[in-house]
Nanobody, 125 residues
Framework: QVQLVESGGGLVQPGGSLRLSCIASGFTFRNDNIGWFRQAPGKEREGVSTIKYSTGTTYYEDSVKGRFTISRENAKNTVSLQMNSLKPEDTAVYYC??????????????????WGQGTQVTVSS
């Protein structure tokens, strides 16, 4: 059974920092896209940052560039999101996502998409 478990959320003052972690069980990160998404009350879920696990290639949504850093820890099968200079508008539930596409010689394509349960991040004074 595949599970993604997020941790590290909490309440922090504006300008503060938090580090989120996503640990996978039943699923070993390989050539996958691992991403952090967030959903604020009354808003749609949006992508924040992704990392191509095999190459380390990263992507950041414009509003978090220069403040957030995504990284991987191969030995721990973990992807982390370091969040600095947090703003009230960063308040949301943050979700970890793992997406894998496998191409078979027969032409069959299998896509796997897994989500964690989410962790609350609240930025408030």
């Amino acid at each position: 059974q595949v599970q993604l478990v997020e941790s590290g959320g909490g309440l922090v003052q504006p300008g503060g920092s938090l580090r989120l972690s996503c640990i996978a069980s039943g699923f070993t990160f390989r050539n996958d896209n691992i991403g952090w998404f967030r959903q604020a009350p009354g808003k749609e879920r949006e992508g924040v940052s992704t990392i191509k696990y095999s190459t380390g290639t990263t992507y950041y949504e414009d509003s978090v560039k220069g403040r957030f850093t995504i990284s991987r820890e191969n030995a721990k099968n973990t992807v982390s999101l370091q969040m600095n200079s947090l703003k009230p508008e960063d308040t949301a539930v943050y979700y970890c996502n793992a997406n894998r596409t496998t191409y078979y010689p027969s032409g069959f394509v299998r896509t796997e998409d897994y989500w964690g349960q989410g962790t609350q991040v609240t930025v408030s004074s």
